[in-house]
Structures are given as structure tokens and as C-alpha cells.
């Protein structure tokens, strides 16, 4: 029953969807646009040579250099092997999806179990640092802002130290250089990172359409627009803060529950990428609740 009732109301919306979209046809239009532009100067640019760099490292194995100057640190913090120093810390510098492609080609070359990978999943989400600037110095001020993204980033750290009784056993790892091409390693890379960027694409579009339509009954409403954009698309839900009219400290708890959350449009990125793998999507959405509680606590402190 339950299932039926699910099935009427998806069909239902996808009904009402596709009225909108024809009586409202020149702004769904604008909204492509616009997320295709958001896609090309955001994402794609930062994004797209972090794969390949990934992939390259990976096959260089660089991870091991990693692993031996973090093991112990690793080991000692979070339980964990330094493997999860890499994830880390190239995660930090690309912003998500990247730890779920990360973890993806490490489990896939061996060097990483999936019990571990499912472990780092909950503590190596990172939004872009640039793109974070970028939008938060648009509504807080400089000092706000690096407050808002050291949170965000320290709240992993709290995230990781809290589960690291929950770490799975380290497996011992091998790290044999692969017997492939440079060249076909880069083609392969380029390959794959053009197959999940277009991906992202598809899923940034679709998440901004569905925004639009949710919210249009309701647009004159900011705050209510806000939440609701905010949790299914975060670049939606940080512009709509900007036209928020209410206290500094409400705005700023607010966002540190977007970016934490990182959206429906993100949960849908890292499942799609894990989809192949054995990799479990809940534990990402586990440390993303966990995630938004300890960001609106440290928010609330500081």
C-alpha cells in the first residue's frame, strides 16, 4: 500500500511537473542555463583536473607516501590507517564528490578495504574551500566566513575521533604499482572523469529544476525558500541566504546546516558514483546528519 501511494504521488508530481514546465517555459530555460553555467565555472574547473590528478596519483602510488608519514597520526587519531590521510586531504582541497571518487578508485585498485572506505566515507566530506569563499564573503564578513569554514572542516575531525571505536579492523595493504601505460592510464582517467562530470551536470540541473518548481509556490517567503532550496541544492540555498533579512547568528547556523548537509543534489552524486561498488551510500548520510548537529553546536559556541 505504502508503495502504491508512493508510486501515485511521484507520478502525480511528475505530472504537475511537466505542466509548469510548459507554462513556464522560458524560466525553466533560464534555470538550465544557469546551472550549466554554475557547472562550467565552478565545478568543472575544479573538479576535472582533480580526477586526473587523482587517477595519476593513485597509479604512481602516492597513497603509500601517504600512508607512511600518517599511519601513525592516523592510527592514533581516528583508528585508522594513513590511507585516510589522502582521502583527506586531496578531498579538502577538491571538495565532494571527490572523497567518494577517491575511496571508489582505491577500493577498485586494492589498496583499500570496503569496510574502510565505508568508514572514511563519514568523515571526508569537504565542500570546495574556493567555492565556500566565494559564497559565504557575499553574505558574512571575512572573519565569519573563515569562521564558517573551519567549522565545516573541523566538524569532520570531530566526526572522525567520535566513530574511531567504530573503525574496522586495517587490512594490510600491498600497493603494487599497475602494469598499464602512462598513456592509457590518462585516457582512462579522462574517460572517467568526463563520465561523472556529466553526471554532476545531469544532477546540479535536475535538483535546480525541481528548486524552482518546489519553491515557486511559496517565492515570496525567503526564509521558507532558503530551508527548502538549501536542502535539496546548496549553491541555491547560500544565494538565497544573501536576500535574508533576519539576525547574523541565525544566518550563520543556516548555512553551516547547508554546507554540512551538502543537499540532495550532492547525496545523489556520491550514490551515483558508489553505485558499481560495494561502498554503502548510508554511511555518508550518517555523517552528514552527524555532520549538520555538530556544525550548528560549534556554530551556537563560537
Known amino acids: 500500500m505504502k508503495k502504491k501511494i508512493g508510486?501515485?504521488?511521484f507520478c502525480l508530481f511528475c505530472f504537475i511537473s511537466i505542466i509548469f514546465i510548459f507554462t513556464n517555459n522560458k524560466e525553466v530555460a533560464e534555470v538550465i542555463l544557469n546551472a550549466t553555467n554554475l557547472f562550467l565555472k565552478k565545478v568543472f574547473v575544479s573538479l576535472f583536473p582533480m580526477f586526473i590528478i587523482n587517477d595519476i596519483l593513485i597509479h604512481i602510488n602516492i597513497p603509500y607516501y601517504f600512508y607512511q608519514i600518517f599511519n601513525r597520526l592516523f592510527l592514533k587519531i581516528f583508528h585508522t590507517s594513513g590511507l585516510g590521510a589522502y582521502v583527506f586531504i586531496m578531498s579538502l582541497i577538491s571538495g565532494t564528490p571527490s572523497n567518494a571518487y577517491?575511496?571508489?578508485e582505491l577500493v577498485n585498485d586494492h589498496k583499500l578495504s570496503t569496510e574502510e572506505a565505508n568508514h572514511f566515507l563519514t568523515f571526508t566530506y569537504f565542500s570546495n574551500p574556493f567555492f565556500l569563499t566565494m559564497m559565504l564573503t557575499s553574505i558574512f564578513t571575512p572573519k565569519t566566513t573563515l569562521k564558517i569554514i573551519f567549522i565545516h572542516y573541523l566538524s569532520n575531525i570531530i566526526i572522525g575521533i567520535l566513530l574511531r571505536k567504530k573503525a574496522p579492523k586495517i587490512t594490510t595493504q600491498t600497493f603494487k604499482p599497475e602494469s598499464k601505460k602512462n598513456r592509457s592510464i590518462l585516457i582512462n582517467s579522462i574517460n572517467k572523469s568526463i563520465s561523472t562530470l556529466l553526471m554532476i551536470l545531469g544532477t546540479v540541473t535536475?535538483?535546480?529544476i525541481v528548486t524552482y518548481i518546489i519553491t515557486f509556490p511559496f517565492k515570496e517567503n525567503i526564509l521558507l525558500k532558503t530551508i527548502t532550496s538549501g536542502f535539496l541544492e546548496i549553491t541555491?540555498?547560500?544565494?538565497?541566504?544573501?536576500?535574508?533579512?533576519?539576525?547574523?547568528?541565525?544566518?550563520?547556523?543556516?548555512?553551516?546546516a547547508i554546507i554540512s548537509f551538502g543537499g540532495?543534489?550532492?547525496?545523489?552524486?556520491?550514490?551515483?558514483?558508489?553505485e558499481d561498488t560495494k561502498i554503502n551510500y548510508q554511511y555518508f548520510l550518517?555523517?552528514?546528519?552527524?555532520?549538520?548537529?555538530?556544525?550548528?553546536i560549534l556554530i551556537l559556541i563560537f
Open 7 to 9: 508510486n501515485f504521488t
Open 102 to 104: 577517491i575511496l571508489k
Open 206 to 208: 535536475f535538483y535546480m
Open 236 to 256: 541555491n540555498g547560500l544565494n538565497n541566504l544573501i536576500h535574508l533579512n533576519i539576525y547574523t547568528k541565525i544566518k550563520e547556523i543556516i548555512a553551516i
Open 264 to 274: 540532495l543534489s550532492i547525496h545523489t552524486q556520491i550514490k551515483a558514483i558508489l
Open 286 to 296: 550518517k555523517g552528514r546528519i552527524l555532520h549538520t548537529l555538530i556544525g550548528i
